[in-house]
């Protein structure tokens, strides 16, 4: 069996679409969703990461307001300015770039973002009205994942679910997702980290696999069952002589291997990636849904 290959790329280009639309009538009623993006530094990654966001938000019609900070800023600084954005009402949207520089604490940013704007999701407020099957912003790359199932036509209810990876952006809270009662979780979850005995013996039961471990080839052939569907979150540089760069990115799963045994496979890059940043849109847009004045 050759897996059928799941396209983030479309699958995220079709939820801008529904996005903008959403947008467009937000407009109508004299809203205009607006994202808040603040970086501190200039770390190239950070920078690139923040400038495809704004990117993605100007393409559906999102006024993002761009708030870029010396690498110095003070953490006294950097709160008053997450105030005067959480009383913005043009704002609808607070992303602080992570990480942050060493002289602040990342838990006491993201606690001071009201949690009406936190469009990542990593609020404890938040995190736990996820947890609790209450409505959230829930976070990004899980959510994109979730999508993804879901728009691949993936049967969530009933299935045996290896989620590989724990961390509190990918791991837990897709697993979490993934058990909630509900049409879009009912899921049987088991959550593989560095400590599991025996991580192939695990895998091997999947219906479907979540890899986000972020080490190339963590998911070999062998750990795989035949017809399982395959979701690949990590990006690794791997060196790459034959690219200008001199590396390339791939996943945690052997890709052209598992292809040969799986039913539907993302690949890396193209899968999980396009969504991240559509979820952070989609929060965005339900932030100022949620504010906007009623139709009358
Ligand atoms: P992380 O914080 O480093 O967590 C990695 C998790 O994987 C940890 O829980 C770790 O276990 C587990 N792990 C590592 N090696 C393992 C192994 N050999 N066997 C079993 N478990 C293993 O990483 P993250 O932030 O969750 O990200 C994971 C990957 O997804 C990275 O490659 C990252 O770049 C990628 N990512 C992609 C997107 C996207 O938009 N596409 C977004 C976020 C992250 P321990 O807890 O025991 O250490």
Redesign the pocket.
């Known amino acids: 069996m050759t897996a059928k290959i799941i396209d983030g790329k479309q699958i995220a280009a079709q939820m801008r679409e529904e996005l903008k639309q959403k947008v467009a009538a937000l407009k109508t009623k004299g809203v205009t969703p607006g994202l808040a993006v603040v970086l501190v530094g200039d770390d190239p990654a950070s920078k690139s990461y923040v400038t495809a966001k704004e990117k993605a938000c100007e393409e559906i019609g999102i006024f993002s307001s761009d708030n870029r900070l010396p690498a110095s800023t003070s953490q006294t600084d950097l709160l008053a300015l997450i105030e005067k954005l959480n009383k913005d009402p043009n704002i609808h949207g607070i992303l602080v770039q992570l990480p942050l520089p060493k002289q602040i604490n990342e838990d006491t940013v993201l606690l001071a973002i009201d949690p009406k704007k936190d469009v990542d999701g990593f609020h404890p407020i938040n995190v736990g009205r996820m947890v609790v099957g209450q409505s959230a912003y829930l976070p990004c790359?899980p959510h994109?994942v979730i999508q993804l199932l879901l728009r691949s036509g993936v049967k969530l209810d009933g299935a045996e679910v290896v989620v590989?990876?724990?961390?509190n952006?990918?791991?837990k809270p897709v697993a979490n997702m993934l058990i909630q009662k509900s049409p879009t979780g009912n899921a049987t979850v088991t959550i593989?980290?560095?400590?599991?005995k025996n991580?192939a013996e695990h895998v091997r039961r999947a219906d479907i696999i979540i890899a986000?471990?972020?080490?190339p080839n963590?998911i070999t052939v062998d750990m795989v069952k035949p017809g399982a569907v395959v979701i690949d979150?990590?990006?690794?540089r791997v060196d790459d002589a034959t690219k200008k760069s001199g590396f390339r990115l791939v996943g945690?799963v052997d890709f052209e291997a598992v292809k040969e045994k799986a039913s539907l496979i993302t690949p890396v890059p193209g899968g999980?990636?396009p969504m991240?940043i559509t979820m952070l849109l989609y929060n965005t847009v339900l932030s100022a849904e949620k504010t906007s004045p009623p139709i009358t």
């Open positions: 790359t994109g590989v990876g724990r961390s952006i990918v791991g593989c980290h560095t400590r599991t991580l986000a471990a972020g080490r963590t979150v990590g990006v690794n945690d999980v990636g991240t």
